[in-house]
Nanobody, 126 residues
């Protein structure tokens, strides 16, 4: 079955960095665009960033642009989220998600994604 497993979350001080990973199995990874979303307590799930199937196209929410970087390794079926200059407002559970699409369109709507991981907690202390 399809599995998306996030790892690498944790506690970090404001201004610090963290990298989270998402290992994918059970599907043809290169046929899927990948996205990262986050959800803070009491808030709706929020789009963070996405990357197309080849890694040639990325898109970011304004709130993370210039601080976060998404990448993927199709040989390892893994997508990464490098987070720099972290702020307390970045605190949330971070989810990776897969959407079957071979173009360069970036969906920011979580309802369009086909598969989801279980999430990893990222906490940024002030």
């Amino acid at each position: 079955q399809v599995q998306l497993v996030e790892s690498g979350g944790g506690l970090v001080q404001a201004g610090g960095s963290l990298r989270v990973s998402c290992a994918v199995s059970g599907l043809t990874f290169s046929e899927y665009a990948m996205g990262w979303f986050r959800q803070a307590p009491g808030k709706e799930r929020e789009y963070v960033t996405s990357i197309n199937w080849s890694g040639s196209s990325t898109y970011y929410a304004d709130s993370v642009k210039g601080r976060f970087t998404i990448s993927r390794d199709n040989t390892k079926n893994t997508v990464y989220l490098q987070m720099n200059s972290l702020k307390p407002e970045d605190t949330a559970v971070y989810y990776c998600a897969a959407i079957y699409y071979s173009g360069s369109y970036h969906s920011t709507d979580h309802r369009e994604y086909d598969y989801w991981g279980q999430g990893t907690q990222v906490t940024v202390s002030s």
